[in-house]
């Protein structure tokens, strides 16, 4: 076993994670969106590397993940699955790649597994896009639901709250879970939702439930690996526990070798040719 309580060095796969979920095993994921972090967070032994459209947040700079198209999730998909050899690599299928109908999103979802070579699709939504989350199974890709705050809504929503807090949305999202998991997704993500919800859902499904902001009743854990290691100083939800702080890091960083190089202190004499 590794220090990082890593105990298996196969590659991980769809029926691995219902395994680790029948052994009581917990699933660590996080997000990865280009080569050398995705290299970095493979080798530390993390089970699932989820190349979110977060990148559009995270990578572009916008305020949503509405505006990251297809291409560009492929663009960073490809270069995770370059990096990784052991995790699990889930692409999300961005906005307006799906929804509008199952043919479409089975042809949107089958570029995506042959252009990219990950291991597996998230989607967002129960009930509304169930015959695409059939038609995409039936094509023989694996699913990743993802159920509670569903971030390409965000403009229906109209806030990042917390989701499914009255009776009538939590019902609804236990049972698109049941739904999904009918379907033969491998997996949902749950994000933020009442803990005491998300652990239900967990113990009323067989497949792994991962959570982001639904506390620690679920099957694993998923966090933004920017946010994580700290490189965003301005977001601060109260499920993120920050692990380092990479803004300071790298801040400090760049302003020595600014004064280095205002300073003519770099290169010395041992850097140069
Ligand atoms: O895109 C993403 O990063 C996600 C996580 C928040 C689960 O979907």
Request: glycine share 8%; with cysteine.
């Amino acid at each position: 076993m590794s220090k990082y309580l890593v105990d298996d060095t196969r590659k991980v796969t769809t029926l691995r994670l219902k395994e680790l979920k029948k052994q009581g095993k917990k699933i660590a994921m996080l997000t990865s969106y280009d080569f050398t972090l995705a290299k970095l967070v493979d080798e530390a032994g993390i089970d699932v590397i989820l190349v979110g459209d977060s990148a559009s947040n995270v990578i572009a700079g916008n305020s949503t993940t509405l505006p990251i198209t297809v291409d560009q999730m492929i663009y960073h998909a490809k270069a995770v699955v370059r990096a990784t050899s052991r995790a699990l690599v889930v692409c999300d299928m961005p906005f307006g790649s799906y929804q509008v109908n199952p043919t479409e999103g089975a042809m949107n979802a089958i570029r995506i597994m042959k252009e990219t070579g990950c291991d597996c699709l998230k989607l967002e939504g129960g009930a509304e896009i169930i015959d695409t989350v059939k038609k995409i199974l039936d094509v023989g890709i694996p699913i990743m639901g993802h159920l509670g705050l569903r971030p390409q809504s965000i403009n229906k929503y109209g806030t990042f709250a917390v989701r499914a807090q009255d009776e009538e949305e939590a019902r609804k999202l236990i049972s698109d879970a049941h739904l999904l998991e009918e379907a033969g997704c491998c997996a949902i993500v749950i994000e933020k939702v009442p803990a005491k919800l998300a652990t239900q859902v967990a113990s009323e499904l067989s497949i792994p439930v991962i959570g982001i902001g639904a506390g620690h009743g679920v099957d694993g854990q998923v966090l933004v690996l920017q946010d994580m290691l700290g490189m965003d100083r301005g977001f601060s939800p109260k499920f993120l526990r920050r692990y380092a702080d990479l803004s300071r890091i790298i801040t400090d960083a760049v302003g020595q070798y600014i004064i280095d190089v205002k300073n003519v202190a770099f290169p010395n004499d041992q850097e140069e040719y």
